[in-house]
């Protein structure tokens, strides 16, 4: 699956958040630098799951357990309740179906930790505005024609679509560029944002 660079700050926080000796499933895992830090720091029994071919060769380099698929087409492969945690990291906003694809690591995770760059982040906005034309920042490099992002969410916006479905958010971790956690006005000042969901 397509995805934008994952920041360091982002990683910290799933870590945190993960408990140790649990089994995790993480969703477009690209080169599985993160499932491979929970590994070695939480002792995780750990599994990806990427699209793309080059991702799962760099996984399988790490001594990952990595399977190629297409997240858009749900994860009927995996009974109900099969793991403590599924991650989506940096991908939702590069599915078809993000929906479903939400639906699916509710129902196959206890928990579910989604993350992804709010595009209600003011400079974005700004740009948008002012400029009209589609924005561009160090965060999201991407121009129209050549972004991975397909469905652009705001932090409100999934707020919103959990509470419509009765979804149960855990926690929200808000962070600014990559370096550090945004305390005031989030859904205007957040360049990513961490959910923690439960069904």
């Known amino acids: 699956m397509a995805e934008s660079k994952r920041p360091h700050l982002n990683y910290n926080q799933i870590v945190r958040i993960i408990e140790p000796n649990s089994s995790v499933l993480d969703l477009g895992c690209g080169d599985g630098e993160l499932l491979s830090r929970l590994i ?11 699209i793309e071919e080059e ?3 760099k996984c399988i380099a790490r001594g990952l357990s990595v399977f190629q698929g297409n997240l858009d087409e749900g994860l009927k492969d995996y009974t109900s309740g099969s793991y403590d945690y599924v991650i989506l990291n940096q991908t939702l906003q590069a599915t078809y179906k993000p929906i479903l694809v939400v639906r699916e690591m509710l129902r196959v995770g206890k928990k579910a930790i989604v993350s992804f760059p709010n595009f209600g982040y003011y ?17 999201l ?9 397909i469905h652009l969410c705001t932090r409100r916006d999934f707020i919103d679509h959990c509470r419509k479905n009765s979804i149960t958010v855990l926690e929200i971790i808000d962070i600014i560029n990559e370096q550090k956690l945004c305390r005031v006005w989030p859904n205007f000042r957040a360049t990513e944002v961490i959910f923690i969901l439960q069904a």
């Open 123 to 139: 400079k974005l906005v700004l740009q948008l505005l002012f400029l009209g034309r589609m924005p561009v920042t160090r965060d």
């Open 40 to 50: 070695k720091e939480k002792n995780v029994q750990g599994r990806g799951v990427d």
């Open 141 to 149: 490099p991407y121009q129209w024609y050549n972004t991975p992002n």
């Open 55 to 57: 991702m799962i060769i």
